[in-house]
């Protein structure tokens, strides 16, 4: 018999979380219960060897962090070691966590058999900070069902005024405390979000079963008190997902927390295109959205704003998506349809995923070739062994000869490689021509980091950034099956954990290209044009953020390129544009020929594979179009 499938409502509802902890009678099975302590001493230090091997010879920031932070997470397992059996379980998984978290790397994370996979811990409103960081407003910008809020005051547009009786700013600083984030203001961006979104599988609950909310309708307004209920629900993964075991999985930058939370987001306020993803018909949105296969990862409309007209906006919610080649095909049917006046390509809070996903779209977006990020090992005796051993032969075999060649000349750290292949990130090209900005902002993360890093460094357009930088998080992640398999075979082996418990950690550290080659992402992030959101923007669709990086937009050079080509001719019309040269598949067709704007008829090429249509502007390469012949 087939399993009903949960209404939208009882997914958004899930459980209490005093269910859990045993306050309240539960009659849903599918809530585990609180575990009782059942790790012996052998497997606690098995888990803690494991993690020490890790850090000490794979953790590719552990010089970074120990000079950054001052602490040496190695030396502090070693200790724990010495009493790991005189604590109790639960204890001993939150010192473990503590470990960890105080790297202050959300690449980096420990779950422990208490975690449950999958799940979120949520409190069914959305609150947003606008306003100077000197001064901020939080305000509620969403709210979860009726039925899961008792109090018809508590609506978008409420301020916040206390936490369990704290300052709510208060509150938000003590809790950024124990949040990762290299950088204070990634650690409070998080923070704010933590506090009503928590993973569970990569964090403990909350510490309060429920919380007493203070607020207002408006400055000056009659103080008001909720109590809201801490849940439990499970957001699931998308479809379109890297799947774990896929030869993409050992590619990715994501942080794993980040993607569970946006999903959970997503249940809660934008329930119908959660429980519709996976069924395109039923995608109904309102008629400024244009439809796309990757509903999880994808929107994309046409804005009007006073300076500039219409402008096209793409948000990108995440780069957690399996098929990079549909992926970029798909961003590139999106552009494709959007005025060429100027493009906004909004990545706030998008928290990573597949690199190749996020580096392959930065084409689609200039005229010129595009230069990955380059990623190196740490050189230790563990990394060497690992790239030796046959079966990472494949993954790791352009680092093996600066790992060997680090034994001489001492240095910490492997060659720096791309891991997106150089001609990935030319073999589409470019595909929207007119001026482009990006919006980044704290919750930016890993793949994200790396896409406004690769937008900054390759000259593709400015970068507007909500906050001093984006998250700071650079590296490519491998979970500790992934680590296991790898070490297999090795003198660096590591022992099988416990059921349960599990790892995240930060593999193949990311830095710059361009005029920033060679600088690290971790805990530096990507710095933009500082903008601080408002009112309007939080509660009006960004209204005000289109507007200010539409006048961005109006003050870049503009031209424009459009090819047509036809059983006979070629169809090339152009603006702002002096110069035009053809190639096909490589070779220059014709010499280079002057243009005015408007429209050029030229005869079809006879032969060849692919056109290429280049076209300059005052000598410097502003447009160009790749087309294939055959």
Same mark, same amino acid.
């Given at each position: 018999m087939a399993?009903k ?8 509802t899930g459980v ?25 001493a052998? !497997? ?7 993690l020490?091997t890790?850090l ?5 920031h552990?010089h ?6 001052a602490?040496d ?9 010495t ?6 379980e ?8 503590g ?6 790397? &959300?690449h ?10 999958g799940a979120v811990?949520q ?9 100077s960081?000197?001064a ?14 008792k109090d018809?005051?508590?609506r ?6 206390t936490?369990n009786?704290?300052?709510f700013?208060?509150a938000?600083a003590?809790h ?10 990634a650690r ?6 933590s ?25 000056? +307004?009659k ?9 439990i629900?499970?957001p ?10 896929a ?11 980040? !993607?569970q ?8 306020f934008?329930?119908k295109?959660?429980?519709a ?5 039923e ?6 959205w244009?439809e ?7 929107s ?5 704003t +006073? ?6 906006y ?26 060429d ?6 990545v706030r ?10 580096e392959r779209?930065?084409?689609l ?15 230790t005796?563990?990394?060497? &062994?690992?790239?030796r051993?046959?079966?990472?032969r ?9 790992l060997e060649s680090a ?5 910490a750290?492997s ?15 470019q ?6 900005v990006c #919006?980044?902002? &704290? ?10 890093a690769g937008?900054l460094?390759?000259?593709i357009?400015?970068l507007?950034?909500?906050g ?10 491998w979970?500790?099956?992934?680590l296991?398999?790898?070490l297999d075979?090795?003198e660096?082996?590591?022992p099988?954990?416990p ?16 005029? &920033? ?15 601080a ?12 953020l ?6 961005l ?18 169809t090339v ?5 002096d ?6 598949d ?12 408007? #429209?050029?008829?030229?005869?079809r090429p006879?032969a060849?594979?692919?056109?290429e249509?280049?076209c300059?502007r005052a000598g ?11």
């Amino acid at each position: 018999m087939a399993t009903k499938t949960p209404s939208l409502l009882k997914s958004q509802t899930g459980v209490l979380l005093a269910e859990r902890a045993g306050l309240l009678k539960t009659t849903h099975a599918k809530l585990p219960a609180a575990p009782e302590d059942h790790l012996d001493a052998a !497997e606690r230090e098995v888990i803690i060897d494991a993690l020490r091997t890790a850090l000490a010879g794979a953790y590719c920031h552990l010089h970074q962090k120990r000079a950054g932070y001052a602490n040496d997470p190695v030396q502090a397992l070693a200790l724990l070691r010495t009493h790991a059996a005189d604590m109790s379980e639960a204890e001993f998984h939150m010192i473990v966590t503590g470990i960890v978290v105080d790297l202050r790397d &959300a690449h980096t994370l420990y779950a422990g058999p208490s975690s449950l996979a999958g799940a979120v811990a949520q409190l069914p409103f959305l609150v947003e900070q606008y306003g100077s960081t000197d001064a901020p407003s939080f305000l509620v910008t969403k709210v979860g069902h009726s039925k899961l809020i008792k109090d018809a005051n508590f609506r978008p547009g409420v301020l916040l005024d206390t936490w369990n009786g704290m300052p709510f700013e208060r509150a938000v600083a003590i809790h950024a405390d124990r949040e990762t984030g290299g950088r204070p203001d990634a650690r409070l961006a998080r923070a704010l979000e933590s506090l009503t979104f928590r993973s569970l599988q990569y964090g403990p609950p909350p510490d309060e079963l429920w919380v007493d909310i203070g607020f207002r309708d408006g400055p000056g +307004k009659k103080r008001r008190e909720v109590r809201i209920p801490w849940r439990i629900v499970w957001p699931g993964r998308p479809a379109t997902g890297v799947r774990a075991g896929a030869h993409t999985a050992l590619r990715v930058a994501v942080s794993p927390a980040a !993607e569970q939370v946006r999903r959970a987001k997503k249940l809660m306020f934008s329930g119908k295109e959660w429980r519709a993803e996976n069924r395109r018909a039923e995608m109904a949105r309102d008629t400024g959205w244009i439809e796309t296969r990757f509903p999880d990862a994808l929107s994309a409309r046409t804005y009007a704003t +006073k300076a500039l007209g219409e402008v096209g906006y793409v948000r990108i919610w995440t780069f957690d998506v399996d098929d990079h080649e549909a992926f970029v095909d798909e961003v590139t049917r999106l552009v494709e349809q959007l005025p060429d006046t100027g493009l906004i390509v909004d990545v706030r809070g998008n928290p990573g995923g597949l690199i190749w996903a996020a580096e392959r779209l930065l084409q689609l977006f200039t005229p010129h070739k595009v230069a990955p990020t380059r990623f190196s090992l740490v050189a230790t005796p563990l990394t060497r &062994a690992m790239a030796r051993s046959a079966f990472n032969r494949m993954e790791l075999e352009p680092w093996i000869s600066s790992l060997e060649s680090a034994i001489s000349t001492g240095e910490a750290y492997s060659q720096a490689l791309p891991i997106t292949d150089p001609s990935w990130c030319d073999d589409v090209g470019q595909r929207y021509g007119g001026p482009v900005v990006c #919006v980044a902002d &704290a919750n930016t993360y890993s793949s994200g980091d790396l896409f406004c890093a690769g937008f900054l460094d390759n000259e593709i357009g400015a970068l507007v950034c909500v906050g001093q930088a984006t998250g700071a998080g650079g590296a490519n992640v491998w979970t500790s099956h992934d680590l296991t398999d790898a070490l297999d075979g090795t003198e660096f082996a590591l022992p099988r954990l416990p059921d349960g418990v599990s790892f995240t950690m930060a593999f193949r550290r990311a830095v710059r290209s361009g005029d &920033a080659a060679g600088v690290p992402i971790e805990d530096l992030g990507i710095a933009g044009i500082p903008y601080a959101m408002t009112r309007r923007d939080v509660l009006d669709g960004n209204a005000d953020l289109i507007d200010w990086c539409a006048q961005l937009l109006s003050g870049a050079p503009y031209s424009s390129l459009r090819v047509t080509l036809g059983k006979s001719d070629l169809t090339v019309t152009t603006a702002g544009l002096d110069e035009l040269e053809l190639y096909v598949d490589g070779r220059p067709l014709e010499a280079a020929r002057p243009i005015d704007d408007g #429209v050029l008829k030229l005869p079809r090429p006879a032969a060849g594979g692919t056109l290429e249509i280049v076209c300059r502007r005052a000598g410097a390469v502003a447009q160009r179009r790749r087309i294939a012949l055959a």
